[in-house]
Structures are given as C-alpha cells and as structure tokens.
C-alpha cells in the first residue's frame, strides 16, 4: 500500500513559477514509477508527466513539454513537478500517482493516487 500526498499547490500570475511535491509513504518507493496528471473543471483528468523508479528517464504531455520537470528524490520518498511560465490554461487540480514498475500515460493503469493540490494561473 502506498499513500501520496501532494502540495505546493495555489494562486499564481500567468508566468509564474509554482514547485508541486508529492510525499509518498512506504519503504519501496523507488520500486515504482511516478507520475503526474492534472483535472480541470469540466474536463477529464489527463496525463502531465512521468518518471522512471531510478529517474532516468521521464515522458511529458506536450502542452507542458518545455516548461515543467518532473524530478525524483527516492532517498525522501518524493517526486516533484517543477512548473514554469505558467499559463492560465495550467489551471486544474494537479494529482500525482504511483504504480509498480513502468509508467504509461494511460490513467487506468496507475494504481494508487493522491487527494490533489489546485494550481489557478490567473491572467
């Protein structure tokens, strides 16, 4: 069982920075892969990034390839996202998830979620 909660979350000016971090519980964190997705109102929850379990490898959406890094710190059992000029259009709840071994971008095969963290870019 893993458990993800996520932070850094909040109200930012288009072109703002925000750092979102995702604490996960458990002592094989680096036995899992890490992503991150993002809902807004209205709309379906949708792939934004992944990592691999040693790091070295990661996947973007493209509409935030370029301007967000997803990194990991498996000594601290964290993975964050690291947003950058950040557009209106980036606004939406933002959960991170887990799942044993590869990462997809298809959301029904991630096993374990967190409770979300809203970002709003205002204009």
């Known amino acids: 069982q893993v458990q993800l909660v996520e932070s850094g979350g909040g109200l930012v000016q288009a072109g703002d920075s925000l750092r979102l971090a995702c604490a996960a519980s458990?002592?094989?964190?680096?036995?899992?892969?890490m992503g991150w997705f993002r809902q807004a109102p209205g709309k379906e929850r949708e792939f934004v990034a992944a990592?691999?379990?040693?790091?070295?490898?990661?996947s973007y959406a493209d509409s935030v390839k370029g301007r967000f890094t997803i990194s990991r710190d498996n000594a601290k059992n964290t993975v964050y996202l690291q947003m950058n000029s950040l557009k209106p259009e980036d606004t939406a709840v933002y959960f991170c998830?887990?799942?044993?071994?590869?990462?997809?971008?298809?959301?029904?095969?991630?096993?374990?979620w967190g409770q979300g963290t809203q970002v709003t870019v205002s204009s």
């Open positions: 458990g002592r094989t964190f680096s036995s899992y892969a």
């Open positions: 990592i691999r379990r040693s790091g070295d490898n990661t």
């Open positions: 998830a887990a799942k044993l071994d590869n990462y997809y971008r298809d959301l029904a095969v991630w096993t374990y």
